[in-house]
């Protein structure tokens, strides 16, 4: 199912995708719309929508899925770690993860 860059940003639109935060770190600056009365910076769903076309191509390119690790600490992003990861064939690390996880490996 090919969607266009505009249904995309449609659907991102209704997720309320493009809501920030209050802080913004100096790197994010090139990727805010603007920013609210309330403070709030509005992301801009054109360049995000593109740096997610780029991480797509990029994940495609691995031959093994069970090499891409798909990683989030956040109560909030579990759930997309989980099914992306049933998806793809990745692995998902939900939650928090006990440090050297990636480089204590036993070969």
């Not at 990029?58 to 069970?66: D, R």
């Amino acid at each position: 199912m090919a969607l266009t860059k505009e249904e995309d940003v449609q659907m991102m639109l209704v997720c309320k995708t493009h809501l920030g935060t209050r802080n913004c770190d100096y790197r994010m600056k090139r990727y805010v719309f603007r920013r609210t009365v309330d403070g709030i910076h509005i992301i801009h769903l054109g360049k995000t929508w593109e740096k997610i076309m780029v991480a797509a191509r990029a994940i495609v390119a691995i031959e093994n899925p069970s090499d891409i690790i798909i990683a989030s600490q956040r109560p909030y992003g579990s759930r997309a770690v989980l099914k992306f990861s049933q998806y793809t064939g990745a692995n998902a690390m939900a939650g928090r993860w006990m440090p050297g996880t990636l480089t204590n490996q036993i070969t």
